[in-house]
């Protein structure tokens, strides 16, 4: 006898990619946008689709009969995982699957500050706090830049016994320190607040800060102090506290601004669906049918001329693929110009479909061998 299930009822964030082909098969979608998606819309949804955006806690789902949740995101902390797992609602995030789009970010960024001449790549260190998903493979690629890299990861230490994961405090003489952890409220390891005042006062003269994990992390109003006063010699910011609603003031301060777009590569978006589909899939025993769109490789040709150097020619082809210095002139008018930051905020994410990340492009290089050997470990493709 052919069992009749009931049609699974599913809610998803119109604004990610790929979610309609996904999920259509799933049971019955709904498309919202993020600001739609509130406890009268998921009353009755099974499955919830959702972006970082989304506050996920007892307001939103509480009398609701939502089975399973979804964030696209890699970070939880727009999630209340203690209530999920008390009403035994199903949960899944998608961490790493922007973890090459940040690392490129930074490598992006890190060119660009050499570029304007506020750090010099083979003469200078860099920090790395939080070696997880994307911390570590950003130490490998500015290594492959020829920077000296020291890394800091108190949990990792503390199970790994490696003492090469240094304590934060040998860190603060680094030209730049680039910010890979969690944001988190509690605890041995809490992040929320970690380059506060007395913090950024104890960075080196003339540092740089990346911060591309979440806001929060470094208290804002302190950065922008140092930044003023000239005590640090620039940052890079692509996450904010209070997001949409952010600093004017720091956007204007910061070398480059962006928002919140370091891992929103085509390549992460479409792995983080990937990881959501697989995890619904799996929880309501259903068969995958959706197959994701193959990406394929387009050539982009690169020569060294005489007088190139290797960072030259390395920030020449990344800005082909990855033009960051665009992006942040774009949105710093675009924040200037705007009713409120928000808008800005929120329009140039909406809009944000273009960029790729390095190993969609099959680079033609001619010059000597060690470049294909540093633009291989950035991640391109050499031929």
Same mark, same amino acid.
């Given at each position: ?23 259509? *098969? &799933? #049971? ?24 970082y955006v989304t506050h996920v ?12 949740? +979804? ?11 203690? @209530? ?32 304007? $001449? ?11 706090? $939080? ?14 830049? #020829? ?60 540092? &740089? ?5 979440? *806001? $929060? ?15 640090? +010699? =620039? ?13 004017r003031g720091l956007v204007e ?23 959501? @589909? ?28 005489? $007088? ?13 693929? @990855? ?28 809009? @944000? ?13 001619? =010059? ?16």
């Amino acid at each position: 006898m052919r069992i009749h299930r009931p049609i699974l009822q599913v809610i998803a964030d119109k604004n990610i990619p790929h979610v309609y082909a996904a999920f259509k *098969g &799933i #049971g019955q979608l709904r498309l919202l946008e993020s600001g739609e998606i509130n406890a009268a819309a998921v009353k009755n949804c099974d499955i919830l689709i959702i972006r970082y955006v989304t506050h996920v806690d007892k307001k939103l789902l509480a009398g609701s009969s939502v089975k399973f949740v +979804g964030t696209v995101s890699a970070g939880t902390d727009h999630i209340d995982l203690r @209530y999920l797992k008390d009403q035994k609602i199903a949960f899944s995030a998608a961490p790493g699957s922007n973890a090459e789009s940040v690392a490129e970010y930074v490598v992006a960024a890190l060119l660009s500050l050499h570029k304007m $001449g506020r750090i010099n790549i083979p003469e200078a260190s860099l920090g790395v706090v $939080g070696a997880g998903n994307v911390g570590s493979r950003v130490a490998v690629k500015a290594k492959a830049l #020829g920077m000296n890299v020291l890394l800091n990861d108190p949990p990792k230490r503390r199970t790994t016994g490696d003492k090469s994961f240094k304590p934060l405090s040998n860190l603060m003489d680094s030209d730049v320190i680039t910010i890979h952890t969690p944001l988190t409220f509690t605890g041995k390891d809490k992040t929320a607040g970690l380059f506060g005042a007395q913090r950024l006062a104890r960075l080196k003269r003339g540092a &740089i800060v990346i911060n591309s994990a979440r *806001g $929060g992390i470094v208290c804002e109003r302190s950065l922008k102090g140092c930044l003023a006063s000239k005590r640090l +010699g =620039g940052a890079v910011v692509d996450v904010w506290e209070n997001e949409p609603e952010i600093d004017r003031g720091l956007v204007e301060l910061a070398d480059i601004s962006t928002p919140h777009v370091a891992g929103l590569s085509q390549e992460a978006r479409l792995a983080a669906v990937c990881v959501i @589909y697989a995890a619904v899939c799996s929880h309501f025993g259903i068969s995958p049918v959706w197959k994701p769109p193959v990406r394929r490789r387009t050539p982009l040709s690169c020569s060294c001329s005489p $007088g190139d150097t290797p960072y030259s020619v390395l920030q020449g082809a990344v800005r082909r693929i @990855y033009n960051i210095e665009k992006d942040s002139a774009d949105f710093k008018r675009e924040v200037a110009d705007a009713p409120t930051a928000a808008v800005a905020f929120n329009a140039f994410r909406k809009r @944000y479909r273009h960029r790729v990340e390095f190993s969609c492009r099959e680079l033609a290089l001619s =010059g000597p061998a060690r470049f294909a050997r540093v633009m291989r470990t950035l991640g391109f493709n050499p031929r």
